[in-house]
């Protein structure tokens, strides 16, 4: 490999050495089949016949060359991270003969067995072929597992009919429609542009645990998070542990698994710890928004895969422990021109702001009008343990940014001269300054916030996939744009000119939105009811919060922009519906199970060796008042072990009752107000029982264990 030379060393001589990226293409592929992939990848038209058997076959001699014997369409359908099914180049032509071939169409298209992936009802089994086809603009690459390499294709998984059953043929179609609508709009200020693209920068946080201690706890086994479990001394409160020095074995870890990715083309860039004890982040550079939905989706695998080289579990989950920090992802998103524009990045001149100005409020429209889809765009089971559960960020959609930002926008909002036709000058909107990039305020409990040249979206859980909150992100903003393109044409062709008509319908919907832009404590109960004043929902549980996929306005706007059809649309919620049914249903199943035999046994255990205490004490004439401590004890003990049993039954009551319900959508709403209360009352129980019994007792690692890793 070319530039894998003396003069690269560091990251760079092995990063993207995996990939079938431009840098191998041009060793095995001729300048046009180049070409063709190029124009594939940036203007979106499918890749003639001939030169994809050209690229396949070029794809071969590359992975055959870097040891791999099997090739897979890599995909990602929506329950789990991905999903791969192997074939091998090879063909045998004889008895003891044979070839390694890879045509075009294998490439294109496949057919996998699919039929046990989730299609909420589109793909009946009578018809369970759903096919697999190539993403072009996203590089193959090779995945070693076990000492074994295999030719991965990035591809978007459809059923027979047409309709997407994964996460990234929709986000496709988003990015082409929010591309177009970027640009039509750009073109009032720069008629060169002639497309746009859209950046992702994920920060991915998770929490590490010893693989000893995971193994004998079947609630991190088996939900991913503790469902049982008493604050330890000292937690969280400290704060010590953010920034901090990243204790050894971790940062062999981190180490690892930053080389696989970079080998992989994945641009890791920060790591370090996070607030929470045993919780850490990492955070690739900026890329093009599939590519970086790849990316992320491929790291948590490698991270999954290789932490147990280091005696370590990943838990990807949002809420591991309670009372600690959960786990987010955030999603830094912008705009730019193909002339190197970010969109949301202030200009210096009033030009380049007024510029920025409409696209900053147009992102903050698109917030404000289609917050409930946002909310439902991050819902799941797990990451309900973290909005609206007093903890970062809230599940108020609301928009920070920041204080010189707010005092731009209340200048051009109350500025009503439009000032001389034509003349630029008139615009006069204050230059904001340059500084603003640095001095951002870090407002850390905002679900939605404009951080210097981009905006973040904090809310989205951290083991979701990135494409649901981006597909929804992508298709407001493009919506918004259009509308907004709508108006601002209509005065234009009233006669006003330009810049009147771009500040008069800016002006007119900043107005329409502002009560979404907040600046305090996300926390604070004081903005739980100030949201409320302000007509800002708090949708508080996911089961209530999915609704807002089918309300008319949501089917209305992905029907309209050709991003889900009606039935798509019903199918992708059922299966959040299922999954987060799914989800309650396992906790309770592994909750009871750890009650029925590892609590209620421990705390029996314990009340058996104080009741011999006991007896034996009476025995050698001690009287029941010098015994009252360990009495008071063996009546805690067994009043709790009493409400343990009771609510054990109870909860197992509940999930069946609630799953007896016919649609999806009542068995959620049911596990949700009737079942997960139950989780926090078995809880109280069992940590009391926790902190009282004997340590020698308890059958389970506690929390002080867990969340130490050094
Ligand atoms: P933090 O928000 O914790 O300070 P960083 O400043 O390290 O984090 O950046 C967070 C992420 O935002 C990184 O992945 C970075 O590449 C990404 N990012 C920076 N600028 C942009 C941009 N214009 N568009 C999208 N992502 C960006
Ligand atoms: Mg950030």
New binding site residues.
Partial sequence: MSKKDKHHRGISSYFGEMVFGPEAQSGYLSKSAIQEIHKAVNDGHAIDRSKADEVANGMKEWALEHGATHYTHWFQPLRGTTAEKHDSFFEPTGIDTGIEVFSGKALAQQEPDASSFPSGGIRNTFEARGYTAWDPSSPAFLLEKGGVRTLCIPTIFVSYTGEALDYKAPLLKTLAVVRKAATEVCKYFDEKVSDCSV?????QEYFLVREDLYHQRPDLMYAGRTLIGHAPAKGQQMEDHYFGAIPTKVQAFMSDFEQKAHRLGIPLR?RHNEVAPGQFEC????ESLNLAVDHNTLLMDIMEACASDHGFRVLLHEKPYKGINGSGK?N???LVTNTGV?LLSPGSSPQENLQFLTFFINVIKAVYDHADLLRASIATAANDHRLGANEAPPAIMSVFIGDTLQHVLEDFENQTSTGKKGSKTSINIPNIPEILLDNTDRNRTSPFAF?G??F?FRAVGSSDNCASPMVVLNTIVANQLMQFKTKVDALIAKGKDKETALREVLRKDLTSCKKVIFGGNGYSDEWVVEAKKRGLKNIRHSAEALAAYMSKASVELFTNLGIFSHKELEARTEIRYESFCLTIELESKVLTEMIQNMVIPSAIRYQSRIADNVSKLLNIGLTKDQVSAQIDLLTQLSSLINSAQVLNNKLSAEVDKAMEKEHAKDRALALNSKVKPLFEEIRAVSDEIERLCDDSDWALPKYRELITLN
């Fill in positions: 950046s992702l920068g994920v920060e920060t955070a690739p550079q900026f955030h830094n998103w912008s970010n951080t040249n981009k973040e």
